[in-house]
């Protein structure tokens, strides 16, 4: 039997852009036309102030480390307990759930507000996931 | 919504709570409505209206055989049946229908007949969230808790006294599932499931259900039970994505629901005689007991921990033992307001003496939704 896989996502043809990004090393985000807000997860119109138009773009991949679990049981099919679960804070402003790589899973490297850098996490030719590291410097 | 215009008149758990492998996940539902029936003196046919979560309202009014003229099937997690209680007052209030069953049960630990929970990988959970390793509720509802902890500097120590205060209630209580003492040493020596959260401070998973009547606080003088009028209420969602959530350092379903209910029953913090604040998990009741405006957040660890929601104390807090001593069947929101029903009727096993006014604080999904009830025994 094969090894459980780690569940992979399945792109919308909102989100598409988003994962098209991923896969050429490229987070992107969405800032709206009118109000100038910076929002995630992505969707085709702004969720503050509704306008339709809107603009994707290269975030930096800079942001810093908002909380997290070190989850130890149940791991999830393709993880090896313990991994900590992040939640990262984009230098831009939107949160995203991600995981830190090049990182001891302890609580004492895990420092929370932790300056992070993306990376990018390829699971097949389809998706590429994007994680964080330290970030250098 | 007017205050004390409805009132719960029938209140039942299942026979059994706990681990009961000889029912399905329906027939816990029926068990525990026709307890609620039987409580309340009535016959099935004179139930006009019903809500459930999760279930249809067709599958178990198909199984009971009701004949609704209202119905409400309002799925939005563990607090759903807060916000049942909410509709069906507004309901019976508009005419729409006059006495209104609500149940819950779950088969949680025993799985039979149990439907499926899964995240389509096209969602945007599935995108966003489960790719990077979320899985069940254990590894997603403590994810603000660090965040909340340096914010407000609450110590470890403190989300420990949380499941030993609530192990003491738990004591008193014949049916709670966990009823041994235990220490702070206890809760931080135990498994580790998902740090910061160690097993003790996660709730129990458990087979069970609960069912509420309810009609005009008119017709409830003509009932065998004691009233329990709907004094206030509130309602609301945030985000089926914890990392999505405004901010972690406190909810804003509880801050949107909580002061609703106040604003509606008309009355001030210290008027509240009991308190149940739903605890899937230790930190449930410290974001609670800040974001209904009991105090500040930063106060919330302290006032746990120096003992003040403990029996005996000036705030007694989830008096049957909550979801991490007495029992969780994964939607606990149910067991919460049957307490709460049980402290207005004056029956509770670890009853507080002439309490008059209870709050009851649901949360749905991992801080997702929220329902907020305020009873009382007085009219």
């Known amino acids: ?32 036309d009118a109000c100038a807000h910076v929002y995630f997860p992505p969707r085709p119109f702004c969720p503050s102030c509704a306008h339709r138009k809107v603009t994707t773009f290269k975030a930096s991949g800079k942001g810093t480390l908002y909380s997290y679990v070190i989850n130890h049981r149940p791991a999830a099919p393709g993880f090896t307990a313990p991994y900590a679960i992040a939640v990262v804070e ?48 | 919504m007017r205050r004390n215009q409805v009132a719960v008149v029938g209140a039942a758990e299942t026979t059994e709570l706990g681990v009961i492998p000889n029912m399905s996940q329906i027939q816990l539902h029926a068990d525990a409505a026709l307890n609620a029936i039987a409580d309340a003196g009535l016959k099935l046919s004179d139930i006009d209206g019903f809500a459930t979560a999760v279930e249809s309202p067709q599958q178990v009014c198909h199984y009971l055989g009701i004949k609704p003229t209202w119905v409400d099937g309002t799925s939005v997690g563990g607090c759903s049946f807060m916000l049942h209680v909410r509709h069906a007052a507004a309901a019976i209030e508009a005419g729409l229908c006059k006495t209104v069953l609500i149940t819950h049960a779950e088969s949680g630990k025993s799985m039979i007949g149990k439907l499926p929970r899964s995240i389509p990988a096209d969602s945007l959970q599935g995108q966003f969230e489960a ?5 069940g509720p254990p590894s997603m509802f403590p994810i603000p808790v660090l965040r909340f902890m340096k914010t407000y500097g609450i110590t470890h120590e403190q989300l420990s006294m949380v499941a030993v205060v609530q192990r003491e209630w738990a004591a008193k209580n014949p049916r709670a599932m966990m009823k041994d003492p235990i220490t702070v040493a206890d809760v931080l020596n135990s498994r580790m499931i998902a740090y910061p959260f160690r097993l003790l401070q996660c709730c129990l998973v458990t087979d069970g259900g609960g069912a509420l009547i309810l009609t005009s606080a008119d017709r409830a003088k003509d009932f065998p039970r004691k009233p329990v009028y709907i004094m206030g209420t509130g309602e609301s969602v945030e985000t089926p994505m914890v990392s999505q959530m405004e901010t972690f350092n406190s909810s804003r379903a509880f801050k949107v629901a909580g002061p609703l209910a106040f604003k509606e029953a008309g009355i001030a913090h210290k008027d509240v005689d009991h308190l149940m604040i739903y605890d899937a998990f230790a930190h449930l009741p410290l974001f609670g007991l800040g974001d209904l405006g009991f105090m500040p957040h930063e106060e919330t660890g302290k006032f746990i921990a120096d003992g003040n929601t403990r029996p005996g104390g000036k705030l007694p807090l989830n008096t049957n033992g909550g979801g991490l001593s007495y029992m969780h069947s994964g939607m606990y929101g149910m067991y919460a307001l049957q307490e709460s029903v049980r402290q207005m009727r004056g029956i509770a096993p670890a009853q507080v003496p002439n309490a008059k006014i209870s709050v009851c604080h649901g949360v749905g999904g991992m801080f997702a939704a929220s329902g907020t009830i305020i009873f009382t025994n007085e009219r």
Not at chain 1, 91 to 109: H, L, V, Y
Request: proline fraction near 12%; include cysteine.
């Open chain 1, 1 to 32: 039997m094969a090894e459980p896989q780690r569940a992979r996502p399945k792109p919308t043809p909102e989100t598409q852009h988003f994962w098209d990004g991923t896969k050429a090393s490229e987070l992107r985000l969405q800032r709206c």
């Open chain 1, 90 to 137: 984009l230098e831009e402003g939107p949160r995203m759930m991600s995981n830190i790589i090049d990182c001891p899973q302890t609580p004492e490297a895990l420092a929370l507000d932790m300056k992070l850098e993306v990376a990018f996490e390829q699971l097949d030719d389809k998706i590429t996931l994007p994680v964080f590291r330290p970030a250098k410097g």
């Open chain 2, 131 to 135: 790719p990077f390793g979320v899985y």
